[in-house]
């Protein structure tokens, strides 16, 4: 959802702030030359009662642009898609994973999670991260939404070519609450239910706005009609996106900034009870594959909607989300057949979650070949990734949130900046200047999503540390140990996800 990048168009002359890419081509990391082709990602800032669109036409002539119903139509199915992978999707493949005295407990957790969200979402999440302001904030002028109509219009990758704001509010508001859901796996079975609430307020204002808004903030397409209104239109941009990163959907702002979360939470809350000498295998296998497969299919709205548009980048990007994650299914499989003498279901279902992790900043910028080398890789290094970095790190990440969302999100950003490489089948970077895709600097690029990667994990980090702290010192962390051994799902909720 962030071809966001395209930014890099103020390429044109500008050097945004793309490490080593910005001279020559600014550019857009776009699908492909094709102005439909653009990149895709909910990146556009929808800033604007008038899209960006409108604004970047000549002032004299060209009419205000209309919103295809097409369009509209598609964003609006998308938007519903990454709704059904949080709800039941992400709830069932978690709560399968843990013991059934925390199921109902897991289910709870996601699903609020999730409604309170979209309510800040909408009170100041949007405003905050989707307004023209700084290069980490944007301001509060759209607090409770306020001049978002049926009227007013959001920008997309393509220039002339725009969707109503209001598609653009909800579709991006489903990814700030499923990529807060994600968190909840890493801490899973010991925590308090008051405290997940707490914490998540404190975390989706403070990091996951600002990275949405690094990211994926910018003036939209048609403000970038010659260098120096690119120049100009780079400086209004968020920091990552005037960088240069590529993410179409959310490598960083969703799985590295959900996963460092998730890490530092399992280290201030500590081990479960038992961690290392009871068994804490996953009650329902049943369940985790039928929540993976609910990932598999909400993740074609999650990584095709971010081309905003229903054109050929969003058919690309549909394609590498299907290769990449059977790859990554296929080859965690066989890995941990290989190594274990046996294939299970548990590995097949999280290989298929590590490439669609992996391939999320790539989708719409890589071709077939990148796909599947990233969905290989994939199901390999976060196989790795929750064994043996598990142990290097001695944290209890419960359900394997940074094995999987972490290190996915890493490989897949920076493998972007390979892949995205138009000599191996990748869009390469649109210049919206030139209206043609740029000359591609693979170096440059690798840089850029270096970029992202380590502002990502920086900035959780600092501000997941201090959330997690505050809420200790108010309601505390974690439950008593004696309720963590009867379960969450009497101790917490009074309720028990199965009755025998």
Not at 140 to 155: Q, R
Not at 156 to 178: D, H, P, R
Request: aromatic share 12%; charged share 10%; glycine share 12%.
């Amino acid at each position: 959802m962030r071809r966001i990048f395209a930014t890099l168009a103020l390429l044109g002359a500008v050097t945004l702030g793309a490490p080593a890419f910005a001279e020559e081509k600014p550019a857009a990391p776009v699908a492909a030359a094709t102005a439909d082709a653009a990149p895709a990602a909910a990146t556009p800032a929808p800033a604007v009662e008038a899209a960006p669109a409108a604004v970047a036409a000549p002032a004299a002539a060209a009419p205000a642009p209309v919103p295809n119903k097409g369009d509209n139509a598609w964003i609006m199915i998308c938007a519903a898609l990454v709704i059904l992978m949080s709800i039941p999707g992400l709830a069932l493949f978690y709560g399968g994973l843990v013991r059934a005295k925390n199921m109902l407990s897991v289910l709870m957790q996601v699903f609020v999670t999730f409604s309170l969200i979209s309510v800040l979402w909408a009170v100041y999440g949007y405003s905050i991260a989707f307004t023209e302001g700084g290069a980490f904030f944007g301001t509060l002028d759209k607090l409770f939404l306020k001049g978002v109509t049926v009227e007013s219009l959001a920008a997309t990758f393509s220039k002339g070519v725009v969707i109503s704001e209001f598609i653009y509010v909800i579709f991006q508001g489903a990814f700030a609450a499923i990529t807060c859901g994600l968190i909840v796996g890493a801490f899973a079975e010991r925590v308090k239910f008051s405290a997940v609430l707490a914490f998540m307020v404190i975390w989706f204002t403070f990091s996951y706005l600002p990275m949405a808004h690094m990211v994926w903030y910018w003036a939209g397409p048609d403000a970038y009609t010659d260098a120096a209104a690119a120049e100009a239109a780079a400086k209004t941009a968020g920091f990552l996106f005037q960088k240069g990163a590529l993410d179409f959907a959310g490598g960083t702002v969703v799985h590295i900034n959900a996963a460092v979360a998730g890490l530092v939470g399992a280290y201030l809350i500590g081990k479960r009870v038992g961690y290392g000498r009871e068994s804490m295998a996953p009650h329902s296998l049943t369940f985790t594959m039928i929540g993976a497969s609910l990932l598999w299919f909400g993740w074609f709205g999650f990584n095709a909607g971010s081309a905003l548009e229903a054109s050929g980048g969003a058919a690309l990007a549909m394609v590498t989300t299907w290769l990449a994650t059977a790859c990554a299914a296929l080859s965690w499989m066989l890995a941990e057949w290989l190594l274990k003498g046996k294939p299970s279901m548990l590995g097949a279902a999280s290989g298929a979650v590590a490439g669609l992790v992996a391939i999320t900043p790539a989708a719409g910028f890589v071709g077939v070949m990148g796909a599947i080398v990233i969905g290989l890789l994939a199901g390999v290094v976060c196989l790795w990734g929750v064994n043996g970095l598990k142990r290097m790190l001695g944290a209890d990440d419960s359900l394997d949130v940074f094995g999987v969302h972490g290190v996915g999100g890493i490989l897949g950003a920076i493998l972007t900046g390979v892949f995205a490489a138009p000599s191996l089948g990748g869009t390469g970077v649109y210049d919206y200047v030139a209206n043609a895709v740029g000359e591609y600097d693979m170096t440059a690029q690798v840089i850029s999503q270096l970029w992202g990667v380590g502002t990502a994990i920086v900035w959780s980090a600092v501000v997941s540390l201090v959330a997690f702290k505050l809420v200790d010192l108010v309601i505390g962390l974690r439950v008593p140990e004696e309720e963590e051994r009867e379960g969450l799902d009497i101790t917490s909720h009074g309720e028990s996800a199965y009755h025998h």
